[in-house]
Nanobody, 114 residues
Framework: QVQLVESGGGLVQPGGSLRISCEAS????????MDWYRQAPGKQRELVAN???????AYVDSVKDRFIISRDNARRTVYLQMNSLKPEDTAVYYC????????WGQGTQVTVSS
């Protein structure tokens, strides 16, 4: 059974930092490309960052130079370090991988507000 479990969301002030995590089970994590998506109220879900199974990252322009995606294969976990957060980063953040099917976590809420 494939499971992606996110954690680490919360409320942070503008300019602050937060790290969210996603632990995977039921997949050969070492061979999985992993993604972080987000969905803000009233908006479509968008891809934020991706990391290949070899560890190569990619980012949407709006988060480049602020967010860092990384992975720990021993812990079967992918991280998203979010720095210089802005109110427009407020969203539910979802972990995703394609493993036979699209696999999604339950999401973790990130709210950036003073």
């Amino acid at each position: 059974q494939v499971q992606l479990v996110e954690s680490g969301g919360g409320l942070v002030q503008p300019g602050g930092s937060l790290r969210i995590s996603c632990e995977a089970s039921g997949i050969a994590f070492n061979f999985a490309d992993m993604d972080w998506y987000r969905q803000a109220p009233g908006k479509q879900r968008e891809l934020v960052a991706n990391i290949t199974m070899l560890g190569t990252p990619a980012y949407v322009d709006s988060v480049k130079d602020r967010f860092i995606i990384s992975r720990d294969n021993a812990r079967r976990t992918v991280y998203l370090q979010m720095n210089s957060l802005k109110p427009e980063d407020t969203a539910v953040y979802y972990c995703h991988t394609y493993w036979g099917l699209d696999r999604w976590g339950q999401g973790t809420q990130v709210t950036v507000s003073s």
